[in-house]
C-alpha cells in the first residue's frame, strides 16, 4: 500500500476528468501473513463510473460506497473486472454525520484488490540461499471517473515483459516471478545466446494465504535449449488455466560467455486467442 | 483454537479459524464481537488510521449483511462468499495493523482476534 495514499482530490481541483489509483501492490504481506491483499484505498470524491486502468496486472477490485437503500450497513459492494467495468453515479457521501453501520466510520468511496499476492513466495523448487528470485509485484491501476466514462469499454493493456539480460551463475538457478492474473492468452518466446546451454522452464502458480497450499503447475516442463536456441510457448486460459503469477526457471550449464545475452519476452492479454 | 501468538500468524490463520466458526454457525457473532471490539481503536481524526478503520467499516457491514438467525452446525446460515470475504478482510486488517498501527492497537486487534475466533 502506498501511503499516505493518493488524493483523489487534486485530480478534481486541477480540473482533470479522473482520478488514477496506480501504485504497486502492498509487500506487507511478505510474512507468515502472506497472501492476502491488504491495501485499501478512500476516495472522497463522487464518481461517474469506476474501470480498471490499462496497466493494472491484478484482475479482480472490489468498491464499497455508501448506499442509504441498503439497510442496516449502509455499504454497497461492486466488483469490477477487465470484463466488466462499473458505470453510474456515486455519492462519496462524506458529509459530517453520513456514516456506515454499525462502524461508524465516515462515509466514503472504498476500493480494494481482491487477488491474492504473496511478496515472500520462493519457488519450491528453489535453492535458497543460493538461487536467484526476482519477483515483479503487482500494478494496481484503478480509473475513477468524475465525468461521463467512455462508451467503449476500457481495456487493460497486453503487457509486454522484455530483458535480454538475467544475472546467470553455473549452478545455481534463476527464477523469474511474473503476474498474469486473469489474462486469457500468453506468449513467451525465449532465445538463448549466453554461449552455454540453459535449462528452461515454465510454472503457473495461485497463490494461498499463510503460503500453506500455494499451487505450482507445471507449463513447460525445465529442458535444456542450447546456445543459439530459442523455445516458445502459448499458454491459453482454455487449455492451461488461469494463474495469479507465472515462474520462469534459467539454470545455466556453465559459465556464460563474455557478452553472454538472452532475448526473453512474454506478452500477456486479455484477448483469447 | 489455539491463541495466535502474534498478528501474521493471525492472518495466515484467518481461513482456518474463521472457517471453523463458519462451519460451526457462529461466524455472525465472531465478526460482529470482533469488529464491535476495535469500534474505537483506530480513530476518523488520524489519517494513519483510515487504512485499518476502513477495513473495520467493511468487515462490521458484512457482519451485519450476513443472515442473523437460522442455520446449524455443519449448515451453516453464513454464505460461503461471505465466509471467505470475512476470512480476508481479517487477514487483512491483522496485516495492516501491524504495519500501520500502534503497538497498543496491535494488542488490542490480537486481543479481539484470539478472543473472538
Same mark, same amino acid.
Request: charged letters at 10%; a negative charge.
Given at each position: 500500500?502506498?501511503?499516505?495514499?493518493?488524493?483523489?482530490?487534486?485530480?478534481?481541483?486541477?480540473?482533470?476528468?479522473?482520478?488514477?489509483?496506480?501504485?504497486?501492490?502492498?509487500?506487507?504481506?511478505?510474512?507468515?501473513?502472506?497472501?492476502?491483499?491488504?491495501?485499501?484505498?478512500?476516495?472522497?470524491?463522487?464518481?461517474?463510473?469506476? /474501470?480498471?486502468?490499462?496497466?493494472?496486472?491484478?484482475?479482480?477490485?472490489?468498491?464499497?460506497?455508501?448506499?442509504?437503500?441498503?439497510?442496516?450497513?449502509?455499504?454497497? &459492494?461492486?466488483?469490477?473486472?477487465?470484463?466488466?467495468?462499473?458505470?453510474?453515479?456515486?455519492?462519496?457521501?462524506?458529509?459530517?454525520?453520513?456514516?456506515?453501520?454499525?462502524s461508524g466510520r465516515?462515509?466514503? &468511496?472504498?476500493?480494494?484488490?481482491?487477488?491474492?499476492?504473496? /511478496?515472500?513466495?520462493?519457488?519450491?523448487?528453489?535453492?535458497?540461499?543460493?538461487?536467484?528470485?526476482?519477483?515483479?509485484?503487482?500494478?494496481?491501476?484503478? &480509473?475513477?471517473?468524475?465525468?461521463?466514462?467512455?462508451?467503449?469499454?476500457?481495456?487493460?493493456?497486453?503487457?509486454?515483459?522484455?530483458?535480454?539480460?538475467?544475472?546467470?551463475?553455473?549452478?545455481?538457478?534463476?527464477?523469474?516471478?511474473?503476474?498474469?492474473?486473469?489474462?486469457?492468452?500468453?506468449?513467451?518466446?525465449?532465445?538463448? /545466446?549466453?554461449?552455454?546451454?540453459?535449462?528452461?522452464?515454465?510454472?503457473?502458480?495461485?497463490?494461498?494465504?499463510?503460503?500453506?497450499?500455494?499451487?505450482?503447475?507445471?507449463?513447460?516442463?525445465?529442458?535444456?535449449?542450447?546456445?543459439?536456441?530459442?523455445?516458445?510457448?502459448?499458454?491459453?486460459?482454455?487449455?492451461?488455466?488461469?494463474?495469479?503469477?507465472?515462474?520462469?526457471?534459467?539454470?545455466?550449464?556453465?559459465?556464460?560467455?563474455?557478452?553472454?545475452? &538472452?532475448?526473453?519476452? =512474454?506478452?500477456?492479454?486479455?484477448?483469447?486467442? | 483454537? /489455539?491463541?495466535?501468538?502474534?498478528?501474521?500468524?493471525?492472518?495466515?490463520?484467518?481461513?482456518?479459524?474463521?472457517?471453523?466458526?463458519?462451519?460451526?454457525?457462529?461466524?455472525?457473532?465472531?465478526?460482529?464481537?470482533?469488529a464491535?471490539?476495535l469500534k474505537n481503536t483506530f480513530l476518523e481524526a488520524n489519517p494513519t488510521d483510515h487504512p485499518c478503520g476502513n477495513w473495520l467499516a467493511?468487515i462490521a457491514?458484512?457482519?451485519?449483511?450476513?443472515?442473523?438467525?437460522?442455520?446449524?452446525?455443519?449448515?451453516? =446460515?453464513?454464505?460461503?462468499?461471505?465466509?471467505?470475504?470475512?476470512?480476508?478482510?481479517?487477514?487483512?486488517l491483522?496485516?495492516l495493523a501491524?504495519?500501520l498501527g500502534t503497538?497498543g492497537q496491535q494488542?488490542a486487534v490480537?486481543?479481539a482476534?484470539?478472543?473472538?475466533?
Amino acid at each position: 500500500m502506498s501511503y499516505p495514499q493518493p488524493s483523489s482530490t487534486a485530480p478534481v481541483l486541477a480540473g482533470q476528468g479522473f482520478f488514477r489509483l496506480k501504485t504497486p501492490v502492498s509487500t506487507f504481506a511478505s510474512g507468515s501473513g502472506g497472501g492476502c491483499p491488504t491495501d485499501i484505498y478512500e476516495s472522497t470524491q463522487g464518481a461517474a463510473a469506476f /474501470a480498471i486502468g490499462p496497466e493494472s496486472d491484478l484482475a479482480h477490485y472490489k468498491i464499497g460506497y455508501l448506499d442509504p437503500t441498503n439497510s442496516p450497513s449502509l455499504m454497497s &459492494i461492486v466488483e469490477i473486472t477487465p470484463e466488466r467495468m462499473f458505470s453510474g453515479l456515486l455519492y462519496a457521501r462524506n458529509e459530517p454525520g453520513t456514516v456506515y453501520q454499525p462502524s461508524g466510520r465516515q462515509g466514503r &468511496i472504498l476500493i480494494w484488490p481482491t487477488d491474492l499476492w504473496y /511478496a515472500g513466495y520462493t519457488p519450491s523448487a528453489a535453492v535458497i540461499p543460493g538461487d536467484t528470485v526476482f519477483t515483479y509485484p503487482p500494478q494496481i491501476d484503478i &480509473i475513477q471517473y468524475y465525468s461521463n466514462p467512455p462508451t467503449i469499454q476500457p481495456q487493460r493493456n497486453d503487457k509486454l515483459w522484455f530483458t535480454q539480460y538475467l544475472p546467470m551463475t553455473s549452478g545455481q538457478t534463476t527464477w523469474l516471478v511474473l503476474p498474469s492474473y486473469g489474462r486469457s492468452y500468453i506468449d513467451v518466446e525465449f532465445a538463448n /545466446a549466453t554461449g552455454q546451454a540453459v535449462t528452461y522452464g515454465i510454472l503457473g502458480v495461485l497463490y494461498s494465504f499463510g503460503n500453506f497450499a500455494t499451487q505450482e503447475t507445471t507449463l513447460l516442463m525445465a529442458a535444456s535449449v542450447a546456445n543459439n536456441a530459442s523455445q516458445n510457448k502459448v499458454i491459453k486460459s482454455s487449455t492451461d488455466g488461469v494463474f495469479d503469477a507465472l515462474v520462469f526457471s534459467f539454470a545455466i550449464g556453465g559459465s556464460p560467455s563474455a557478452n553472454a545475452s &538472452i532475448n526473453f519476452r =512474454a506478452t500477456m492479454s486479455d484477448t483469447p486467442r | 483454537m /489455539a491463541a495466535r501468538a502474534d498478528l501474521p500468524s493471525a492472518a495466515s490463520h484467518a481461513f482456518i479459524d474463521l472457517g471453523a466458526k463458519w462451519n460451526a454457525n457462529t461466524l455472525v457473532t465472531a465478526l460482529s464481537g470482533f469488529a464491535a471490539a476495535l469500534k474505537n481503536t483506530f480513530l476518523e481524526a488520524n489519517p494513519t488510521d483510515h487504512p485499518c478503520g476502513n477495513w473495520l467499516a467493511v468487515i462490521a457491514a458484512l457482519a451485519v449483511t450476513m443472515p442473523q438467525t437460522g442455520g446449524s452446525v455443519g449448515a451453516p =446460515a453464513v454464505t460461503f462468499e461471505q465466509m471467505s470475504d470475512a476470512a480476508k478482510w481479517v487477514a487483512a486488517l491483522c496485516i495492516l495493523a501491524q504495519e500501520l498501527g500502534t503497538s497498543g492497537q496491535q494488542s488490542a486487534v490480537l486481543v479481539a482476534y484470539n478472543g473472538n475466533f
